[in-house]
């Protein structure tokens, strides 16, 4: 093989070499512009999807505060959202805030609203996130729901909490929703609503262990025993003692007035209830 050969050998080979680079740079490059655009495209459908998630949201939000708030002070509460782009990170950042309408203007929901505001809130934006982005929710638990909340506006939770089983029960039969509180009153109303044969109760005996009974509501669906009465009973029955008026006199007394004496110092600890429906 003489030079010239082998110099047009050499020209092909570092043809070939530069247009493999060249195609590679071509492909390199055309891939990074698709996934630029990609970025682009699921960056705007994630804003879209958030703006109509949360427009769901502060729907059922207003829904519900107007349904369950008693105060005429509050017309509406919401959520405003603000997005910070060009963080650090590259990644899209959004800052939410509680306002609360009141006389057609928007205002600060913190350091505006009272204790029961505060829980009554907290309760309606769970329900409205739980309602929004869980499918078929099965399970709704409350946690001390009617916590500083007045007679009127626990009445009218009650009132929500009972149209939101009903609605629930057309078209999902395993949804549950579980309450506990120590607001007796408020459960005896929230299961009768309901229809419901009674509740479960953890109490603490007097030798200070914990346990759990089953409470039957009253025969008479318009009748409310007096529930401390009723508790002080069933601890005596429980206990295998008798059915003494004196002690159980004694015990309603003690538990009236708040005294704190010697002979009671062993009395069952203030009661939890738990409401499945």
Known sequence: MNSTEESKKLNEIDFFARSSLSRKRTIQNE?????????????????????????TVN?????????????????????????????????RSYNYKLVQIKNGREMDMRGRCSAGQKVLASIIIRLALAETFCKDCGVLALDEPTTNLDEENMNSLADALNMIIKMRSRYQKNFQLIVI?????????????????????????????????????????????????????????????NDNSQQIQSKKRTHDNGKKDDDNHNRPAKKRFVCNF
């Open 59 to 91: 729907k059922i939000i207003k829904k519900l505060w107007k349904a369950i708030y008693i105060g005429n002070d509050t017309s509406s509460i919401e959520i405003r959202t603000n997005d910070t782009a060009g963080t650090a990170s590259g990644r």
């Open 181 to 241: 509180s120590h607001d007796e009153k408020f459960l005896v109303k929230l299961a009768q609503l309901n229809n419901s044969v009674g509740y479960h109760e953890l109490y603490r005996k007097e030798n200070g262990l914990s346990s759990i009974r089953f409470r039957t509501m009253g025969t008479d669906p318009f009748h409310e025993p007096d529930p401390k009465e009723e508790l002080l009973l069933s601890d005596v029955e429980e206990d295998g003692r």
């Open 31 to 55: 891939a990074v512009s698709d996934l630029k655009k990609y970025c682009k495209v699921l960056d705007a459908a994630m804003m879209k999807y958030h703006k109509e998630r949360m427009a």
